[in-house]
Structure formats: structure tokens, C-alpha cells
């Protein structure tokens, strides 16, 4: 009896050594599987898109073994070495960051060899003309259609930065980019070598095909504290200064600081615009901040701080206080109604009434729920919807009127970064950089995702891109396109020419989408 039990152990061994999904082990200590696995694998890798490559390992039908990894490239496992010395070239972060890489350089490949890219089958430049003048579309769609098109079509251009401190330029990474109103200037934030931030702005009126060449207005206005965050304040003119709200350091609390865009224009020009007044304030911890342009909150401006939102008027100095529940990550004035949109760490996104003093009950006008801590609100025009998107990866379409969400869109990427939403309703498209390091561009009116845009350099957390849109970069007559800065380089995805529409060759100007389009 005890001789049949040590057989049939024998037997459940062997049919153990013998499993298809290890396969054999040769003296290297490298496993290899059969050829049917190997089939699924390559079957697995074509299809897969730039958000999920990532997460190859894991997905992948190969069992996992402790201390070895599967190589789909080469079908085998490979050993993983001990990491106590160190020197250990195998870990699993490092295996995924080497397939990351190398889905994003064959991305590139194809951005670069593919110069039209379809964004809806059935339609392209002369179908939609034709579409047009039969009747089948309405001038509206035409037009979102075609900007559409020129998305899919923007290609991409390194432009020249000239700067009176050249080296600068080849030691200091650009950390953020906001484009003003009229997409003639850029500011900029620059991460400094030795430790800090410096701040620029980039004058847009040379952006022009085919040398896309532009000038950086220097300043010695230096801080060593983190920029938490930036907007353009019109105090005496349209986008006259740049708010920042600054990050304290040890003993050093943390500000809100007005710095005059005329500090940043060079000496030949000073003449023109006399230097305007640099106001800071001190507020302890703001993580976000917002300029005002509605009439009943003139001359204000707003920050989130820690369970509080402070209004400030820059003029006569008041402050009103309204307390919360949680930290408040991004915020936007309504121009129509005296209402500040707010969204926080929780999830809330709320609406505050101005003309409610902060003692009363009311103050509250709108309130929806994120999942996750919201990092953007926009407000459309009408002031009818609002976009938001949270740390969790989520970009929703909210009907404030309604308070539901009627549009999700899908695809980006985000799961503990600030990241902002950059949406233009005008082209009607929705503009997003996400923690993978891809730019992904959706219309607004059905969610589409129309063009997924991989970063020029390797993908990291310090290396996230900025990017800003507008109809008119350099000025009214401008080309349209995207700019992206990442590390010291900054970028141009122009309009392009070899993508004609209706209108004649070498024109930028395309009609506007209107909002019922959209929505």
C-alpha cells in the first residue's frame, strides 16, 4: 500500500515538471513556454492601446513565477537577481518602463510617417465640402467637422527660442506654460538647476511656418518656493499681471503674488509700458487661485486654501472667508452670474454666490461629486456646463441646471498629479495631458477621442508636458496649433497645410462651432 501511495506521488511530480505553461528549463535558469502562448502574447501586444502597455505584465495570460520574469520579445523567463546589492539591472518597474518606451518611440514613428490621420471614417476635406453643399450638413457640423480635421492633422515643429542668456536655456526645464488671451504671450515657470523657480514670457508674434522662431523676456525674479498655481490677472488691462500663489518654505509663509507682465518686457521696450506695481499678500497654504473679470467682483481675486476659500480685493485690501471641508484644488470665476466654481480634495465641486455675505447659510448655489480630488473646473460660456476632471482619471460633462453628468470622456490618465483640462469651445475640442505623458485632444460634442499625441522625450514623472491651445497663436493672425513644453524644448503642432479645407491654401482661419453644436 505505502509503495502504490510513493508511486503515484512520483507520477503527480513528473506531471508537475512537465506543465505546458512553464515549459523547459535550460541550464541558465531561462524558462521557455510553447508556441501557443506565444501566439496569444503577440495577438495580446498589437492590440493593445498606449494606456494599457503599461500593464502588459500583469494582464498577460503567462503565469507570474517569484523571482523570474517573462520576456514575450525573446518567450521565455529570465531570473531576477537579488536586490540587496544594488546593482540589480531586472526589477518589474524597470522592466515596464523599458515597454512604455518603447511603445512610445513606435508611436512616434507613426506620427512621423503618417502625415493624415482619419479621425472619423468616411470623412475627410473633400467629402465634407461636398457634404456641405448638398445639404447633409448643416454649416454648424461642417464647421466643427473641419476643425476636427485639422486637429488630426497638426504636425510637429521644434521652435527656436532665442534668449539674451542662451545657457539658461540649456539648463532649465520648463515645469508649466499659460498662454494669455490673445495667444500673443506666453508665461512661463522654469525649474531652476541649483534649486527654485524663475519665471519668463515667450512673445508668440514670430511663431510663424516655416521658422518658428520666438523671444524669451527674462526677469531676475527668482523664489526657491514651490508654484502651486498661476493665472493671468487684467488689474489695469486685459491680462496686465500673473497671479501665483507660492508654496511657504521652512519660516517663510506662503503668498499670493500680482507680478506685473511689463517687468518681463526688455529694455528697448520699457518706454512703451511703464513697469506696473508687484503686489503680494499673505495667505498661508494656497493651493489654487482665480482672477475675476465679472463686473460685481471687480478687482478681485480668489485663492483655496486648507478647508477655506479667501476672496481678496486687490484695491482696497477686504477679504471675505468662507469655510469648507476640504482643500480646495481648483477654482473659476462665471463671468454672466456672480458665482465662483470650486472643486476640492474630496470629490465636491460647489458654486459660491458673491452676493451672499460668508456668515450666511445660502452661499452654496450649486453642488455635484467627483469620485476622486478634482484638479480643473471650466465653465462654458453660457454658464450652463461645466467640465471637470479628478485624480482619478475622470473627465465628466456637468448640466448645472439639470445637476447630472451627461458626458464622460475616456482615456486619460491621472491617478495623484495636478493636471489641467484645456477646453475651446470655439473649435469645440477638449485638450488633456495625461500622468502617462500623452496628450490626448476629444471633441466635445459626442467624447471622441481624435488624436492621441506621445511625448517627443522618454516618459517619467518629472517629465509630464505643458501644453497650450489657441485658434491664434502669435495674434489675430496667427496659425492655430498646440504648443507643448517638456524638459528644455518647447514644441508646435501647427495646423496643417498638406489637410486643405473649403477655404484656400495657406489660410488659418477656420468658423467657429457654435454651442448648440456641441452640446
Not at 508665461?187 to 511656418?209: E, P
Not at 476632471?389 to 447630472?404: E, N, V
Request: aromatic share 8%.
Amino acid at each position: 500500500m505505502d509503495r502504490n501511495i510513493w508511486k503515484s506521488r512520483r507520477r503527480r511530480g513528473q506531471s508537475r515538471h512537465q506543465s505546458p505553461a512553464l515549459g523547459q528549463c535550460d541550464s541558465s535558469g531561462r524558462y521557455t513556454t510553447g508556441a501557443s502562448q506565444s501566439s496569444q502574447d503577440s495577438g495580446h501586444h498589437d492590440a493593445e492601446s498606449p494606456s494599457t502597455s503599461s500593464r502588459r505584465t500583469g494582464e498577460s495570460s503567462v503565469p507570474e513565477l517569484p523571482g523570474f520574469y517573462f520576456d514575450p520579445e525573446k518567450n521565455r523567463y529570465f531570473r531576477l537577481l537579488p536586490g540587496h546589492n544594488n546593482c540589480n539591472p531586472l526589477t518589474k518597474e524597470g522592466i515596464q518602463q523599458k515597454e512604455i518606451e518603447s511603445r512610445r518611440l513606435q508611436l512616434l514613428q507613426q506620427e512621423d510617417m503618417q502625415k493624415k490621420k482619419i479621425t472619423r471614417v468616411g470623412f475627410n476635406a473633400s467629402s465634407l465640402l461636398r457634404k456641405n453643399q448638398l445639404g447633409f450638413l448643416n454649416f454648424s457640423s461642417y464647421c466643427r467637422l473641419s476643425h476636427e480635421l485639422r486637429v488630426s492633422c497638426m504636425e510637429r515643429k521644434k521652435v527656436e527660442i532665442q534668449s539674451s542668456d542662451p545657457s539658461a536655456l540649456a539648463s532649465d526645464r520648463f515645469n508649466f506654460i499659460m498662454a494669455d488671451t490673445t495667444s500673443d504671450r506666453l508665461f512661463t515657470v522654469n525649474d531652476v538647476k541649483i534649486g527654485g523657480s524663475k519665471y519668463g514670457i515667450i512673445n508668440l508674434q514670430g511663431l510663424k511656418a516655416p521658422t518658428f522662431e520666438v523671444h524669451m523676456h527674462e526677469n531676475l525674479y527668482f523664489t526657491n518656493r514651490k508654484v502651486n498655481s498661476v493665472c493671468w490677472a487684467s488689474l489695469n488691462h486685459l491680462d496686465s499681471h500673473i497671479l501665483l500663489c507660492l508654496m511657504g518654505l521652512a519660516e517663510t509663509p506662503g503668498c499670493a503674488t500680482l507680478l506685473p507682465a511689463s517687468l518681463f518686457v526688455s529694455n528697448h521696450q520699457a518706454g512703451t509700458d511703464q513697469p506696473g506695481m508687484l503686489c503680494s499678500f499673505r495667505i498661508p497654504g494656497a493651493w489654487s487661485c482665480a482672477w475675476s473679470l465679472n463686473v460685481q467682483a471687480n478687482n478681485c481675486f480668489s485663492t483655496g486654501l486648507f478647508r477655506r476659500v479667501l476672496l481678496t480685493n486687490v484695491v482696497t485690501g477686504h477679504r471675505q472667508s468662507y469655510r469648507i471641508n476640504s482643500d480646495v484644488l481648483a477654482q473659476q470665476f462665471a463671468v454672466k452670474t456672480p458665482l465662483l466654481f470650486n472643486g476640492c480634495r474630496s470629490g465636491e465641486i460647489f458654486a459660491i454666490d458673491l452676493r451672499s455675505p460668508s456668515q450666511a447659510k445660502g452661499w452654496k448655489a450649486t453642488q455635484v461629486f467627483h469620485d476622486s480630488a478634482v484638479t480643473s473646473v471650466q465653465v462654458f460660456k453660457e454658464e450652463q456646463y461645466l467640465m471637470a476632471s479628478d485624480m482619478a482619471g475622470k473627465i465628466k460633462l456637468w448640466d448645472l441646471r439639470a445637476i447630472k453628468c451627461v458626458r464622460q470622456y475616456e482615456g486619460h490618465v491621472n491617478e495623484y498629479t495636478y493636471l489641467p483640462l484645456h477646453m475651446h469651445e470655439e473649435e469645440g475640442i477638449l485638450v488633456a495631458v495625461g500622468q502617462d505623458c500623452y496628450t490626448r485632444i476629444w471633441s466635445l460634442h459626442d467624447a471622441r477621442l481624435l488624436r492621441t499625441i506621445p511625448s517627443p522625450c522618454p516618459t517619467s514623472k518629472a517629465n509630464i508636458p505643458s501644453v497650450a491651445f489657441s485658434p491664434r497663436l502669435g495674434g489675430p493672425r496667427g496659425a492655430p496649433g498646440l504648443l507643448m513644453a517638456v524638459q528644455q524644448d518647447l514644441y508646435c503642432f501647427a495646423y496643417s497645410s498638406s489637410c486643405p479645407d473649403s477655404q484656400e491654401e495657406g489660410r488659418w482661419e477656420l468658423p467657429s462651432v457654435s454651442n448648440e453644436d456641441i452640446l
